[in-house]
């Protein structure tokens, strides 16, 4: 069993200094030392955030955020502000390069002996390719994962659920994940169905509901969609009036397109409580409501026939004069956008360990295939092609598990008021890697990935969802780079006060000045020093990721100067700059896993050192890429044509080119 | 009837592994490999947990002996439906010179001392597939013995197993108490569910050393080489009896 204190006592050995000098020269040593000094693990300091120890390195971090914009006076805030959102002021919380161990050994044990039945029955149990031909999950299959109590993951103990919290959640999901169909059927109970229960029920309202929830004896669904209302939530038409004695709701409308909307038989539903003749529409209009199937006047239509996750009961479901009793409101009237966007963001963080789970099993069976196929008298193995198709998979999945557990221990920790913009993050790079890497399999396998006989087409059928639901792609990208922006806005408001004030803030007006010029020449001043915070391997990967985030903050101001509001509509710009934060994001998670993984002398950890040098190489041409068409103008990014193009192909309902056979002439 | 089962389970590599020599053929590869509770004892504890849903035991008390890892087979009994668990500790180096002699010794002494009515064992364990312990443990306890069960049932103060035997199976009465090993027909184990596994933490474990019941480990055997079995050869054909009587005689076979 490999000391995981190996590296740190090599190190204070050969160097022969006190642990508090290293820990100034090598701050990245510093969550490690704790572990020589005391003979106690590691783990027992893990609530201690690095950033507020008295450790003598304050007066490293103080030179590190003096590279950064002075903090505008504000009342003393609960919560930290967002990694996500910091970062495009240039702002880096170095509390991410501590990857988080939240479970203590107790903990850590407990889930994984949860696993072992877990895998047992999605190996013995759960026929996936059977379950796809019929688009049925079988009974059987259902009754044994209440059983095993998979329907109350995250349901208290006290009300006979497992008390997972996030990142023993996202665990399990790596083995649920397995198969599509039951994975969504699943999530759709209690990631979305009664996660509004959870997050905003009152006392009463848990007792009467969560322990059936949590056994599966009801089972739940979400109801938001509705044919006319997809991504703008908000415009939801399906209402629900008070009646006259102020004891019942009655609710009208239909939904489209709810997971186990044939099967559920506890709803939350979301309509507009808002007074009909009120002319504008705010966000205090939608109300959230628990609506049980035996209060009468709940009908679904038909199975929809899926192109993947077919075992997935997905129906629409019609709401006719449903009485509903006053006490079954979620919240309060008008709270309902709120919580519908707080129950999405609550469960979004765990595709990327549910997409990772999937991968490494097919990533598996394309190796397995690599290393025995023969073509033109060599493996497939030895073909550079196909070798590059692996590490590309490799990485993504690497930062994918990064990304979902860096993001679960964020949550865990508690010190964030939600971790939206990162789980947003972490759900669209999740998705699109996902698909990704699913079709390299598939085109490793080549004829044979095609045959339903392999499990991939499959997996590649089912993982297209991703990019669709719980917030679609195109929509997350715009709310990392618009909460990014404000965020941003108004610091820079700050900033820009002072810097109308040179007198006063000279060194300011100097540094922005000389910064300005750095940027306008591609060269930022690397001064956050994020390097000294990781291992030494990993330098110019940090460094990367420092030139990253100046770059991120620059592009931010110059975007934000040129557009100022109107940054709503440029959504390519948008786009690009929610790209650069998503790399950032999973640089961060990257190399904090792969310092940590080499600090602890975690097997392998030097190839995870190089993977996470590899993904950052990668990372850094998106960033520039990015970047020089965000600065470029029209010439270097085509945004001008491609306006101009997009509209001439809406007048022509299609593509407009004329036949290249065409002839104005013969 | 009200019994008290002590029932063993082994701690033995998964048998979905593949099982690999060391180099130094000194014993297979141990270390990092996926371990889990020999399905036979698996079928032991299920039985023992159902007969105790049939009211016919009241308490089950699971027995493991090796490593520290043990505890975690223990755990999955526990969460299986156990009510208590007893560790028998011996240092994995030891554990692997430890044969079904000392471990009968053990369990006997156990049987008597947490006084079981009947010890549920598996038949035979998948590492050495020695099908002693059962056996010896009862020669020890002088206790009547039924193994290769395939039904256990009530008859009276009795027990009535059906077992498996060369031309079928047989049924047996078996006064109480005895010693039992599980076959492969008896039951099919059920999953430790994870509300189970959670309860499981909070029930008793206990744990003990040979020393402590007074049965000297010391090795019988000595290890000379573990190797490989011989790669399989390719067969041959031939056309008819004659032919094939000069090929074996031309082998030495006969």
Sequence with gaps: ???????????????????????????????????ISSNSSKLENQSAPLSTKDDGLEETREKSREAQIKEPPSDLKKYKTSFGKDIFLGKFDLDL????????????????EMLVPIERFFSEEVDSKQIDLDAKIPDKVLQGLKELGLYGQQVPTEYGGLGLNATEYARLQEIISLDGSVAVTLAAHQTIGYKGLLLYGTEEQKQKYLPKLASGEMVAAFALTEPSSGSDAASIQTRAKLSQDGKHWIMNGGKIWISNGGTADFFTVFANTSDENAPVKSSRSISAFMVER?????????????????????????????????????????????????????GRFSMGSAGAGGLKKLMSIAAEHAISRKQFGKYLSEFGLIKDKFVKMAADIYVMEAMAYTTAGLIDGGK????????????????????????????????????????????????????IFE???????????????????????????????????????????????????????????????????????????????????FGTEMLLQAHGKNILDEQLMLQRIADIAIDIYAMTCALSRASRAYCIGLPNAQHEVHLAEYFCIGALHRVKHNMECILGGPGTNGDELSKAIADQIFKHKGYFPEHPLNKTFW | MAMRALVGCKRVIDYAVKVRVKPDKTGVVIDGVKHSMNPFDEIAVEEAVRMKEKKLVSEIVAVSC??????????????????????????????????????????????????????????????????????MTAAFLDWPQAVFAAKIEKDGDSLAVTREIDGGTETIKVNVPAVISADLRLNEPRYATLPNIMKAKK????????????????????????????????????????????????????
């Design chain 1, 97 to 112: 390069f501590e990857f988080p161990e939240v479970l203590e050994k107790e903990r850590h044990e407990t889930l994984h």
């Design chain 2, 66 to 135: 090796g490593p520290a890892q043990c505890q975690e087979t223990l755990r999955t009994a526990m969460a299986m439906g156990a009510d208590k668990a007893i560790h028998v500790e011996i240092p994995a180096k030891e554990f692997e010179l430890v044969q079904p002699i000392h471990i009968a010794k053990i369990l006997a002494k156990l049987a008597t001392d947490v006084k079981a009515d009947v010890v549920i064992l598996g038949k035979q364990a998948i590492d050495d597939d020695c099908n002693q312990t059962a056996q």
């Design chain 1, 416 to 467: 964030y008021e939600d971790c939206a913009q990162e789980a947003a993050m972490v759900k669209v790079y999740s998705s699109e890697a996902t698909y990704r890497c699913t079709n390299e399999c598939l085109q490793i396998l080549g004829g044979m990935g095609y045959m339903r006989d392999y499990p991939i087409e499959r997996a590649l059928r089912d993982s297209r969802i991703m990019s």
């Design chain 1, 1 to 35: 069993m490999l000391s995981k204190l190996s590296t740190a006592t090599r190190i204070l050995g050969r160097v022969n200094v006190s642990p508090s000098t290293l820990a100034r020269r090598r701050p990245w040593i510093l969550p490690y030392l704790s572990s």
């Design chain 1, 471 to 553: 917030g679609t792609n195109e929509i997350l990208r715009l709310l990392v780079a618009l909460n990014g922006c404000k965020h941003a806005g108004q610091g820079l408001r700050d900033m820009v006060k002072q810097l109308r004030n040179p007198f006063q803030f000279p060194n300011l007006v100097w540094k922005k000045a000389f910064e300005r010029r750095r940027h306008a020449n591609d060269n930022p001043k690397l001064d956050l020093k994020l390097s000294r915070f990781l291992h030494p391997s990993l330098e110019a990967a940090s460094e990367s990721l420092e030139y990253s985030v100046l770059r991120l903050q």
């Design chain 1, 294 to 346: 035996k209060f009468g006047g709940v009908t679904n239509g038909k199975p929809e026939d899926k192109h993947g996750i077919r075992g997935s009961n997905t129906a629409e479901v019609h709401f006719d004069n449903v009485k509903i009793p006053a006490e079954n409101i979620l919240g309060e009237e008008g709270d309902g956008f709120k919580i519908a966007m707080n129950i999405l963001n609550s």
């Design chain 2, 203 to 254: 029930k008793p474990m206990e744990k003990k050393t040979a020393k402590d019941l007074g049965v000297d480990l010391t090795p019988r055997i000595q290890v000379i080489s573990v190797e490989d079995p011989p790669v399989r050869e390719a067969g041959q054909k031939v056309d008819d009896v004659d032919q094939l009587i000069t090929k074996l005689k031309g082998l030495g076979r006969i």
